[in-house]
Structures are given as C-alpha cells and as structure tokens.
C-alpha cells in the first residue's frame, strides 16, 4: 500500500494542483471534481482532515456508503473512495507543523478525539451548527487565498473554532468508550510523542549522535525499543529508523536551502561526525549529494 509523506505529495495521488502550503491546505470539493480520481486506490498519510459534504450523491468512503455530511481522515488511516463528480463542500488537511503553530494543542489528540478513531466515524451536524461550519471553512479559504501577511493567526482561530463546533456535536453522540479503540489511541498518541520528540533533539544545538539510534528515543519514551518499533510498523507502516532517517533527510534539505551552512556544517547539525559520512547517507537516501540537492533547489 502505498504511503504518502507529504501535502503535495498527497495533491498529485489524487490528481489535483499543488497545495499553496506545504503544511495546510483547504478545498472546495466541487473545485476538486475537474480532475480528482474519482475512484482511488488505498493510500495511507499521517496529515488530519475534516470534511463537510453540503451535497453529491452518496457513494463509497474508505469502504462504506458516506451518509452523512462531515467526516475525517486520521493519521495514518486506510482512505480510499469510489465518489461521482457532484461533489460540493469543504475539506482542509494539515500536518503537525500547523498544530505546532498553535501553543493551546499541545494535547491535540487528547483535546480532538474523533481524530484518535480508526473505524471510520461520520455524522451530520444539526442545520445551525452546519450552517456554523460552512461560514468558518469559508473563512479560512478567504483568510487562505488571501495576500494578509497574519493570515495563518486567523486561519488557526477559524480552524480551532470549527473543530470546538465539530467537538460539541461529537459529543452529543455520546460514543460509547468502547467505540473507541483504545489499543490505537495508545499508539497514537506514542506516534505523536515520538513525533514531537525526534523534531525536539534535531532541532536543539548540542545533541550527540545517539539521536540517530532508536534505542534514544524508546529510552526517553519509557517503552523498550521493540515496542516503539511494533508500533511505528503498525501504525505508520515504517519502523523507527526509518522514520528517524526520513526526518534526517528531510531536515538536512531544510538546512542545505534555507541556509548558507557548508556541508560540513550541516553534517554535524544533523549529528554525523564525519561528513563523508553525511555525504553517503543523503545520496544513498536521495540518489543526489549534499551539494547537488542544494545546487539543483536553489537553481
């Protein structure tokens, strides 16, 4: 099954343009419908997303006939759909570098638990609370489009006070705990703090080498390396090292074009001791160097 990495890279499997942002990204459906797969094969991505589906014909989402007028994806969840080109509404998808925008999410998955759930949840929201919801999705598309050099201040606000609405009537559902299964929310919720933490230890000066080794981080996780690996396999498809290996990469590309540190340098900030072993690790990872990477981004 294939496994999608990034916003964009998300866009191109199912055949739209490319996101504004890397790390947000909000659409009309029935923009979408001039080139979107209408039936998709399965694919997995960690990024959240909330739909509102205000009209189209009712066909299969992620193996079930959609009912209802809002629904989500969760991270890592098996999304897949089989829809005809009536389509209209709202959807925004994003990542954890807009939740870390947000210092009130520190416990987002805590706070918002219809994104801990794996069983495909949808529901319709009352005609006020829709009508509610419609407003704010508009109001982060404008805020989205817009040339407001603070846009993304009121595109978090938007977006909090439509998963605040969304929450209230989850709520009123009144799931029953054992609806939600909590062997994943586990999970879940190890992936975030893993998540959080390799971001943290890359992105703090002075750190030494061991944070390239899983056993740092099932250490400072309190759980045994084994563990933290069936988790990251079974949730996200990829074991630790992977994971750890990806965030090298994708960190060192971020340095290499965003800033003038030599090689040598960056090397070092992603903790190798010697760069010709950096050097070896990106081209074996990209199938370019360093120095081409940045040479071929910049140009």
């Not at 080139?35 to 205000?54: C, D, E, G, T």
Request: aromatic share 14%; net charge neutral.
């Amino acid at each position: 099954m294939k496994h999608i990495n990034t916003i964009e890279e998300y866009c191109k499997e199912i055949n739209i343009s490319h996101p504004r942002y890397p790390f947000f990204d909000i659409r009309k459906f029935e923009d979408n419908m001039l080139s979107v797969n209408l039936k998709q094969s399965p694919f997995r991505h960690p990024f959240y997303a909330i739909a509102l589906r205000l009209s189209g014909q009712n066909r299969e989402v992620n193996g079930k006939r959609l009912e209802s007028s809002l629904f989500f994806n969760t991270p890592y969840q098996v999304i897949t759909w089989d829809i005809l080109p009536d389509w209209k509404g709202w959807y925004i998808i994003f990542d954890r570098e807009f939740i870390s925008m947000n210092r009130g999410w520190d416990n987002f998955i805590i706070e918002y638990p219809f994104f801990r759930l794996d069983n495909y949840i949808t529901f319709d929201l009352p005609a006020d609370a829709l009508k509610e919801a419609d407003n704010y999705f508009q109001k982060i598309y404008d805020e989205y489009h817009s040339d407001n050099n603070d846009k993304f201040l009121f595109i978090q606000a938007y977006t909090q006070i439509l998963l605040s609405i969304t929450k209230r009537n989850f709520e009123k559902l009144k799931v029953e705990a054992n609806s939600l299964d909590n062997t994943r929310t586990a999970d879940i919720l190890l992936v975030s703090r893993f998540q959080t933490l390799i971001e943290t230890v890359f992105t703090k000066e002075g750190s030494d080498g061991e944070i390239r080794q899983p056993s740092f981080y099932a250490e400072q996780l309190s759980v045994h390396p084994n563990h933290l690996n069936a988790v990251m396999k079974r949730i996200t498809d990829k074991t630790v090292s992977q994971i750890i290996q990806h965030y090298i990469v994708t960190f060192s590309k971020s340095l290499l074009v965003q800033t003038s540190l030599t090689i040598k340098e960056v090397s070092y900030r992603v903790q190798f001791k010697e760069p010709t072993h950096f050097v070896a690790f990106f081209k074996k990872q990209t199938g370019i160097t360093p120095q081409q990477y940045r040479e071929n981004t910049i140009l």
